[in-house]
């Protein structure tokens, strides 16, 4: 490797290029250091460095490819298949238009941030309906679309052994194009499935459209600015579309289903500097302010701190909230637009409630005893309930039962407890109504299933926390699934080429996977032994144990293992951090207890029992109270059940589902984080293609043999 008059690649000094590119004008061996000097393309700087290992000089110095970047739309054609190679292809394509490039089973989507309407009108359409297999045509998400639903055809009709159903699993970080990718693969099944010629032909009775006209309801509702993305999914959502035998068309009627997990309802009272809570709030206040009186200043679920009110892609919340009005028309019942803003007028309300220093305990400043009571009459419960639910809590003893009070800080926390729950509730029943919506007139016996997810990727920021543990655990899981339908399909391929398969060596995140549940379970409830329940329990006792302490139980329960990184530095900071496929990242576990706990107050819990209103009353996880009913208020908390053991049960019926599927897997790419069309930076392209899989999934593709010739 590395001889002289060799193309290749070098690591680079240059923070902005990663690698780059030249010819090996110098080679000498003398003692065991090889030293290389290579002549850089573009600067003519000559790059030097001695190496004293083998080892050291592959790491730092890559060959080059023959074949030009726009000549390879699959990347494990190229004859060396490494990151550098990886990122020259995917930034070349990219920049020539080419959006689109395939790494084996993976397609690769570079958003261009600008409108590329040829690339998706009606001969696109036609081309890739009419394609006999997906490697005839160029990479394209129509591509991913087409063999999925052809796929679902032949094993349905016995043409193809296999599973029956299809899951395509589209994952990339905000602004990367995920949700965009799903609306174009949803109008693709959507003519596909009617027989249609044309977009414009499918009209909006087809399940897909049906489904692809809530998307402002949910987006309205679960989306969120970001620092990197005016319109973030803050949830993750899965699309169960079903077809119907013998044809395995669709018919207007027939049932979708959509599943939601993992809102990131802690948005609705905190958002980092730059960014909002969740879209519902400032639509409300841009349509209603002025009649109910609302100000983005005093309302704590805007972030007034962060002191951002508008968003940088053009849209305006007025016109945002005409979008949502007006597929609240069309996909919903009347009155569901004014129950679920209601609500969020309630909470607006609420947000502003303000607590003051009251002897021994707190009371409501009176300057926000008017919105308290505003939002009572919005929640359906009585002011004096609701201002009971953040001031006090009562407990039972053996003898007697004692009010105890909360102070100002203790009141706020409980005003914000009320805050989460009663807006995750909200956009449960929104979920369940668009549900109800596109399941009416049919069952699903015998049917066949095509599921789309939707999910965020791999997360790593300045701080993280147990949101991102879960995430990322999300993240590896789906990586797991990879792995094995990757392991298989290679198991196939060499039996066809009679190649022995036994001594292959894949690999596989078993061990991460057990990591983060033992860690999470162990940071969750710090006063228990290591547990061996994923992800597990009940929410302990309350959060006394400060960071410092959490991070050494964990070195001390995890220390041993090799995805296990907690120094005396990180123990004293109170962190710990998880060597993932991805990479390591470094998690802050002040706040896992409480967060993992999730719990309301008993007295939020006998308030909520107590509403008028069903979605107010979901929000404490019980039915309506009988009619003489008295809210409950024994107890310290609501045992909902922890976060993270909520996520896992959700997330594992999902990874069942998928499991029992044929995946097709879309990774979305940013090119850069400002959102402009034609600009590539090279090291967050190359931090995205590691976080999304695709270098982990060429891992597993080299792991057999890495060079595969075709031959006649």
Not at 157 to 164: E, F, K, M, S, V
Not at 345 to 361: Q, S, V, Y
């Amino acid at each position: 490797m590395a001889f002289l008059g060799d193309r290749c690649w070098v690591a680079s000094g240059n923070e902005a290029l990663v690698w780059e590119r030249g010819t090996v004008e110098r080679r000498s061996d003398a003692g065991g250091v090889v030293a290389i000097g290579v002549r850089l393309e573009g600067s003519d700087a000559l790059w030097e460095c001695d190496f004293a290992s083998p080892g050291a000089l592959d790491a730092a110095i890559k060959p080059c490819n023959a074949e030009k970047p726009l000549a390879v739309p699959d990347l494990i054609a190229l004859t060396h298949l490494h990151e550098a190679a990886i990122l020259d292809v995917v930034r070349a394509r990219a920049a020539a238009g080419v959006i689109y490039t395939a790494v084996g089973q993976i397609l690769l989507a570079v958003n261009p941030y600008k409108p590329l309407p040829r690339l998706y009108g009606d001969d696109a359409l036609k081309a890739y309906r009419a394609a006999e297999s997906a490697s005839a045509l160029a990479p394209h998400c129509y591509g991913v679309a087409a063999a999925a639903y052809r796929a679902m055809r032949r094993t349905a009709l016995g043409a193809l052994a296999g599973p029956r159903d299809q899951a395509i699993l589209i994952s990339g970080e905000s602004g990367a194009g995920k949700t965009e990718t799903t609306k174009f693969v949803m109008r693709f099944l959507a003519c596909v499935s009617s027989g249609a010629t044309s977009f414009e032909a499918v009209g909006a009775a087809g399940i897909e459209a049906r489904v692809l006209s809530t998307n402002p309801l949910t987006e309205c509702f679960g989306n969120a600015r970001t620092r990197r993305n005016d319109n973030s999914s803050r949830f993750g959502k899965w699309i169960s579309l079903k077809y119907e035998p013998p044809k395995l068309d669709m018919s207007h009627s027939f049932p979708a289903q959509v599943r939601i997990f993992l809102l990131e309802k802690v948005r609705v009272v905190t958002q980092t500097e730059g960014e909002r809570g969740f879209h519902a709030f400032y639509l409300a206040l841009a349509r209603c302010g002025v009649e109910t009186d609302l100000a983005v200043e005093s309302c704590c679920v805007c972030g007034s701190s962060c002191g951002v009110d508008s968003r940088r892609d053009g849209v305006r919340d007025a016109d945002a909230y005409d979008d949502a009005s007006a597929a609240f028309g069309a996909a919903l019942a009347p009155g569901d637009r004014d129950d679920a803003f209601g609500i969020v007028a309630g909470l607006l309300h609420f947000g502003g409630a303000g607590f003051l220093k009251d002897g021994d305990g707190a009371r409501v400043d009176p300057a926000t005893v008017p919105r308290v009571a505003a939002a009572a009459a919005a929640l359906g419960v009585a002011p004096a309930d609701l201002e009971r639910a953040c001031l006090e809590r009562e407990l039972v003893t053996a003898e007697d039962t004692l009010t105890l009070r909360f102070g100002p800080r203790g009141a706020s926390r409980n005003r914000d407890s009320v805050l989460k729950a009663v807006y995750a509730a909200a956009f449960d029943d929104l979920v369940a109504k668009i549900n109800g919506a596109l399941a009416a007139g049919a069952g699903a016996d015998g049917a066949s299933a095509i599921g789309l997810l939707d999910i965020f990727g791999f997360e790593v920021f300045g701080v993280n926390s147990l949101e991102q543990l879960l995430i990322n655990y999300a993240n590896e899981q789906l990586q797991s699934v990879f792995n094995d339908f990757i392991f298989e399909l290679e198991r196939e391929e060499y039996a066809a080429e009679g190649v022995p398969f036994d001594d292959v060596d894949f690999p596989d995140n078993a061990d991460v996977l057990a990591l983060i549940e033992g860690a999470a379970a162990a940071a969750a409830a710090p006063k228990r032994r290591r547990s061996s329940m994923p992800l597990a329990g009940a929410p302990g006792p309350p959060p006394r144990a400060k960071g410092r302490s959490l991070s050494a139980k964990l070195r001390d329960a995890f220390g041993g293992e090799d995805t296990f990184l907690c120094d005396a530095r990180r123990a004293r900071d109170g962190a710990f951090a998880v060597v993932h496929y991805a990479g390591a990242v470094e998690y802050a576990v002040d706040g896992f207890v409480a967060k993992n706990a999730d719990a309301l107050p008993s007295n939020a819990a006998g308030l909520f029992a107590s509403s008028s209103l069903a979605v107010v009353r979901a929000a404490a996880g019980v039915g309506a109270p009988s009619p003489r009913a008295k809210p409950r208020r024994r107890g310290s908390t609501l045992a909902l059940g922890t976060l993270a053991a909520r996520f896992k049960a959700s997330l594992g019926a999902l990874l069942g589902e998928i499991r029992a599927t044929r995946p097709h897997f879309v990774r979305c790419l940013k090119p850069n984080d400002d959102l402009a069309p034609d600009v590539f930076d090279a090291p967050r392209l190359l931090q995205q293609l590691r976080y999304c899989g695709v270098l982990a999934a060429v891992e597993v593709a080299r792991a057999g043999y890495p060079v595969r010739v075709l031959h006649e």
